[in-house]
């Protein structure tokens, strides 16, 4: 809880232009929390994990493992030991956001400067522009898997999908320039949307399939132990890398906390059980394809497809788009909007900066990353893990181990200060994080140490921190020297 005297610091109305934040890293939205603001309680992280594990990109994350060769217990566990070991940078991180109020962008400047901020603030963007072109590729599928069931004949023209898939993304680029209020209304029922649905797929997998018994007794596909671990460490990292942006920005959210008990209970509660829950469903569905069209199919809309009933088929693809459009806004144009704006405010708007989100969407070719489960699970999910582990290191180390939850609230705002290191950049940061990021990834590219990047996140979270820590122990003995 930050206290009167640092807000009212932070408030250049009541003080001269002298001791007012700096323009370039104060606004209304980055400015702490007021304590009439942290209204949350551990119902609304509940909540919070529920709505936002109820996606598409959830279950194919589940039935990833399925078509991979996992048995439904094996990738049940394999789901839940993730997200515990994400939960746990994600409770550590979430701290300073709910004590001082403040957001992901200003928290990092503490480690990176406020200058180098902006380096794990465009990792965060750029990833979550990869997530809007993947969630606005699948829109574009719908929309052809329903065009395909009103007229079949157009079920072998891939033109039908490019142009379906690029209509669903101007239309997201149209709510982008419109203002995200403009589907506002769809946010209260998508996640409950999405639910029903995925329980009435699962309901009719399981008559199709003949009842949980043969739905889940397909065994695994792994004939030795070496097979099974081989296939499960890059998958655990997959698992750990689907939030490992959350994991970052988590105090944009517990910045509203009542306290520190109302988001530690709730998002201890929330996100395991809402991922495994509603993985569990990805995980039935898929297993009962096996069971039902002879081979596990992974892709929702893909399985929608095969309903020989168009018009269940049709209003299923309508639920799913209606659910993915609102996903795509709120999750992934948002965040990444306000991190490009945050680089230029007087030449990017929020617009503006939602536009350039789009069209990195396009440029990493979502068709790509999600061609098959293996280009999704081990190409984006654990290669976007090596950027963002790193970042979780150094700022948990940063925290808890070089600055012991302490951090100067007022100088988080101002050039200058405490934390301005060397021109707004701090060395140490930027040397840990581009070591971890190349020992992680290095991996994918020379097979010899394929390992490394099978456990991409936790390889860049621990050796990153490690460095940090070393080197920051290092610098503060050399101030100390200098200033005796």
């Known amino acids: 809880m930050i206290s009167a005297a640092t807000k009212s610091v ?15 890293l104060y606004n209304e939205d980055l400015a702490p929390t007021e304590p009439s ?33 996992m048995n439904w217990k094996q990738a049940v566990g394999t789901i839940l030991l993730g997200n515990l070991i994400v939960l746990i940078p994600m409770l550590l991180n979430a701290h ?12 990092v400047r503490a480690s990176f400067g406020p200058v180098g901020a902006n380096i794990p603030a465009m990792l965060r963007a750029i990833v979550a522009c990869g997530w809007f ?35 669903f993304w101007a239309l997201n680029m149209l ?65 750990v890398g689907y939030w490992a942006t959350l994991s970052l920005n988590i105090p ?30 990805g995980i039935a569905v898929t297993s009962a394809s096996t069971v039902v069209f002879g081979q596990p199919i992974w892709n929702p809309v893909t399985l929608l497809g095969k309903f020989h ?32 704006s945050n680089l230029a405010p007087k030449l990017i708007s929020f617009r503006t900066g939602g536009l350039i989100t789009g069209f990195l969407g396009l440029a990493m070719m979502p068709w790509k990353l999600m061609a098959t489960f293996g280009s999704y699970v081990f190409g984006w999910l654990v290669g976007y893990s090596g950027l963002l582990g790193p970042v979780a290191g150094i700022m948990v180390v940063d925290y808890f181990l070089v600055r012991h939850k302490q951090l100067d609230t007022y100088s988080l705002y101002r050039r200058g200060g405490i934390y301005e290191y060397k021109n707004g950049f701090n060395p140490v940061a930027l040397i840990a994080l581009v070591a971890g990021v190349v020992v992680a990834l290095i991996g994918r590219f020379v097979p010899q140490i394929a390992f490394l990047y099978d456990y991409a996140w936790f390889v860049g979270f621990f050796l990153s921190g490690a460095i940090y820590y070393v080197l920051m122990l290092g610098h503060a003995r050399r101030l100390a020297l200098a200033t005796n």
């Not at 942290?38 to 399925?66: D, G, P, Q």
């Not at 072998?156 to 209509?167: A, E, I, N, Q, Y």
Request: hydrophobic share 50%.
């Open 175 to 239: 709510v982008v320039w419109r203002g995200v209020e403009s589907i506002r209304f769809l946010q209260s029922f998508s996640a409950p949307l999405m639910l029903v649905m995925s329980l009435a797929l699962l309901g009719y997998m399981l008559h199709r399939a003949g009842g949980f018994g043969p739905m889940l007794a397909t065994p695994s596909k792994f004939a030795t132990h070496s097979a099974f671990w081989h296939f499960f460490f890059p998958s655990l990292t997959a698992m």
């Open 96 to 107: 300073a956001g709910t004590r001082y109020g403040i957001p992901f962008p200003v928290f």
């Open 252 to 281: 944009d959210f517990t910045r509203y906390a009542k306290n520190q008990d109302s988001q530690i209970i709730g998002q201890a509660i929330g996100l395991p059980v809402a991922m495994t829950l509603y993985s569990f469903i």
């Open 37 to 69: 603001q942290r209204t949350w309680s551990t119902y609304n992280y509940i909540a919070l994990w529920f709505s936002m594990s109820m996606e598409v990109t959830t279950y194919m994350l589940a039935s990833s493992l399925i078509a991979g060769g």
């Open 309 to 340: 009933q168009p018009w269940i088929a049709f209003f299923g693809m309508i639920g799913l788009l209606i659910a993915t459009l609102n996903v795509n806004i709120g999750a992934n144009v948002v965040g990444p909007s306000n991190d490009f």
């Open 10 to 24: 932070l408030d250049s109305d009541q003080l001269g232009a002298e001791f007012a934040p700096d323009p370039r």
């Open 133 to 167: 072109g993947i969630q606005s590729w699948i829109g574009g599928q719908a929309i052809a898997a329903m065009v395909v069931v009103l007229w079949p004949t157009t079920e072998h023209m891939p033109s039908v999908t490019w142009v379906c898939f690029l209509g």
